[in-house]
């Protein structure tokens, strides 16, 4: 078995949480077994409604919180129906507004809050009791009830003390005792006075042997406790970002990423470790053998795939630009927009669609507003583009940090040329300078406008001197590389 482990998952998952997803179906086709690990609490939301919206099986996913329950991987199918027949009188009165519903009690202080899993279902995800005015309980279900908060009020707040796991039958499975911010886990026959030492019994109840592998995404607050218990079951490290901070680092001592720190220390007690580039591959080796003395075993395995190369049904957009990503901050769209609008006096027929949704979004409009550009400066939304990127004639970055990029390879998949700045370690990953876009030269001392001015240069290169063709057919040919079949075989490499 192959036991994936992270922290937590939302609906606005990070990387690492799609990383994990296309892991899952490289694992599925080479017929490979898998288990992808969540440790975090996660009241808000029902962990398989999270999972399944990025394309995992509820059959591969494991919860701390109800591994040690009969309780399976499931949808909310609880009901209000359900509710009402377990409810302790029949003098009540119900109403609903949107997703919550409220039930009172009639000639009493008490009420019950009802949060259903969408504004028509009738399905119930969770219950808030309250009584005298004070909640006193929170329920969370899924098929049946999963587990219950208790309150009681504390500085006028309502201060959470106990969590109960319950069985199937509604026996009580181990209990979380909380206080101040410290917990313990009381089970029939044991106690652990540490979420640590929870993840580390987990760990201990997988009976694991040398035919399995544990693959660890994010270490924070858990790796200690699967070294410690990993037996004799290899180990591999997956990297996810930049593994170390250059402003730090000099000839005699180098900072590691915080995230990474502790597995690198522990490079005895780990088999192998993962990245996504060639790049990263090399140089992680180099500082490795330079700063510890040793030779770590690395794979380079790109974190997503491409199932077919995407090619146009008909001609290309002529002097069409895409860039997608969140719209957020680091990401530079802004810088994007001041190229075009300065690159339309040289190429006046240039178009950008930008695809994405953030924080960024309406200062981006109204960048867009300010230079009148929008009849050819478009905010696209989120949405599907792997029937999109062949329709254009280039995609433009202005991000300044890649780990790997999952639109580039998507990019160069359907023939886009790229520009982008020369940073570690997507755009070097899928830019080949001259060949199918241009890596642009950069440092901590150029400015926002310097940046805007180079990508500017770059943009009437490529549609004023570019051989256009031979650009796309680059990009066809980089992609190989990247498509399914390819990525499936470095997978076999390293699980068997």
């Not at 410290?182 to 640590?196: A, R, T």
């Not at 001041?338 to 690159?343: G, H, N, W, Y």
Request: glycine share 8%; charged share 25%; hydrophobic share 35%.
């Amino acid at each position: 078995m192959i036991y994936n482990f992270n922290l937590g998952i939302g609906w606005a998952s990070s990387g690492v949480e799609y990383a994990q997803s296309y892991r899952a179906a490289m694992l599925r086709n080479i017929g490979a077994e898998a288990k992808f690990i969540f440790t975090d609490m996660i009241p808000s939301e029902n962990i398989e409604h999270l999972t399944k919206n990025i394309g995992f099986l509820d059959s591969e996913i494991i919860w701390l919180y109800t591994f040690f329950t009969d309780q399976k991987i499931a949808p909310v199918s609880y009901t209000l129906k359900d509710l009402e027949e377990t409810l302790p009188s029949k003098g009540y009165t119900y109403t609903r507004t949107g997703k919550t519903g409220r039930i009172v009690f009639q000639g009493t202080n008490n009420f019950y809050m009802v949060y259903f899993t969408d504004e028509k279902s009738d399905r119930v995800h969770r219950v808030e009791i309250v009584s005298g005015g004070f909640l006193i309980r929170k329920d969370y279900f899924t098929y049946g009830r999963v587990f219950s908060e208790y309150y009681a009020p504390l500085d006028k707040k309502a201060h959470m003390y106990l969590r109960r796991f319950f069985n199937e039958d509604g026996t009580v499975a181990y209990e979380e005792i909380s206080d101040d911010g410290k917990v313990m886990y009381q089970f029939p026959d044991q106690l652990f006075c540490s979420k640590e030492e929870l993840v580390g019994y987990m760990v201990s109840r997988l009976n694991l042997t040398e035919n399995d592998v544990l693959m660890i995404d994010r270490t924070t607050g858990i790796g200690q406790a699967i070294l410690r218990f990993a037996g004799k079951a290899r180990v591999g490290i997956i990297i996810h970002a930049d593994h170390f901070s250059e402003g730090g680092t000099d000839e005699n001592y180098i900072l590691w990423n915080n995230y990474y720190e502790y597995s690198f220390a522990m490079d005895r007690h780990v088999d192998f470790y993962i990245t996504a580039t060639d790049e990263q591959n090399k140089l992680l080796k180099e500082q490795f053998l330079k700063y510890k003395g040793v030779t770590p075993t690395v794979y380079t395995i790109p974190v997503g795939s491409l199932d077919e190369l995407k090619y146009p049904m008909a001609n290309r957009r002529p002097y069409s630009v895409l860039t997608a990503s969140r719209l957020a901050s680091e990401k530079h769209i802004d810088w994007v927009i001041e190229a075009v609008v300065k690159a339309r006096k040289t190429v006046p027929q240039l178009s950008l669609d930008i695809y994405g949704k953030g924080g960024e979004e309406q200062k981006l409009q109204e960048l867009i507003k300010k230079h009148g550009a929008e009849s050819y400066i478009i905010l696209r939304g989120q949405q599907n583009l792997k029937e999109v990127y062949q329709d254009y004639e280039l995609y433009l970055s202005g991000s300044t940090s890649e780990g790997f990029g999952l639109t580039l390879m998507e990019a160069i998949g359907g023939g886009l040329p790229i520009i982008g700045f020369d940073v570690r370690y997507g755009n070097p990953t899928f830019i080949d300078d001259g060949e199918n876009g241009y890596l642009i030269p950069v440092d901590e001392q150029m400015t926002a406008k310097e940046k805007t001015e180079a990508l500017t240069d770059r943009l009437v290169r490529l549609f004023t001197e570019a051989d256009l063709n031979s650009f796309h057919e680059h990009s066809y040919e980089k992609a190989r590389r990247f498509l399914t079949k390819e990525v499936e075989q470095r997978w076999k490499a390293v699980v068997g």
